[in-house]
Every structure is written in C-alpha cells, then in structure tokens.
C-alpha cells in the first residue's frame, strides 16, 4: 500500500519557479518507481518527469526537459519537481504517481496500470 499527497502548487508569472513535493507514506514506496504527471484542460494526462526507486535513472518528458528536474530523497519519502522557467503552457493539475517495480520510461509512458495516485495539486501560470 502506497498513499501520496502532493503540495506546492499555486499561481505563478511566466518565468517564475514552483518546487512540487510528493509525501509517500506505506510500505511500498522503496520498492516503486514515481512519477509526476500533468492534465491540462481538454488534454490528455501527460508523463512529465519519472524518477527510479535509487533516484539515479530519471526521465522527462520534450517539453520540460532543461527546466524541470526531479530528485528523490528516500531518507524522508519524499519526491520533488522543481519547475523552472514557467510558461502558460505548463498549467495545469500535477499529480504523483507510483507504481512497483516499474521502469522509468515505462511509468512515464503509462505503458501500464498505474497503481497508486495522489489527489493532484494545480498549477497557474500567469501574468
């Protein structure tokens, strides 16, 4: 079992910054590999960033790469999105992800089930 709770989300201007967290409580977080994604209105949910259960193997998604980085601190069980350089384009509700044993680009690409989902925590970015 896996619970995640996202935080972090709010109004931002164009080229401002926002640091998401996901707090993961339960026994299967050492052994899952998480994922952020992201559904803007009238869009499909997209893969954003994924990171491995180590935090060593990420991915990301074209659109955010070189301005989102993902990093994991499993001391704490937590996983962070920093988003640098905000653009309209990146509104949107954010949500955490996690599935067992998965692989990273797999997650990402939704390739599967994805078992365990926070409530998401939403995103403006604005002038």
């Known amino acids: 079992q896996l619970q995640l709770v996202e935080s972090g989300g709010g109004l931002v201007q164009p080229g401002g910054s926002l640091r998401l967290s996901c707090a993961a409580s339960g026994p299967s977080y050492s052994k899952s590999t998480i994922g952020w994604f992201r559904q803007a209105p009238g869009k499909e949910l997209e893969g954003v960033s994924c990171?491995?259960?180590?935090?060593?193997?990420?991915t990301y998604a074209q659109s955010v790469k070189g301005r989102f980085t993902v990093s994991r601190d499993n001391a704490k069980n937590t996983v962070y999105l920093q988003m640098n350089s905000l653009q309209p384009d990146d509104t949107a509700i954010y949500f955490c992800?996690?599935?067992?044993?998965?692989?990273?680009?797999?997650?990402?690409?939704?390739?599967?089930?994805?078992?365990?989902w926070g409530q998401g925590t939403q995103v403006t970015v604005s002038s």
């Open positions: 990171v491995s259960r180590s935090g060593q193997t990420t």
């Open positions: 992800a996690a599935e067992p044993e998965s692989g990273v680009q797999a997650l990402c690409d939704q390739r599967m089930h994805i078992t365990y």
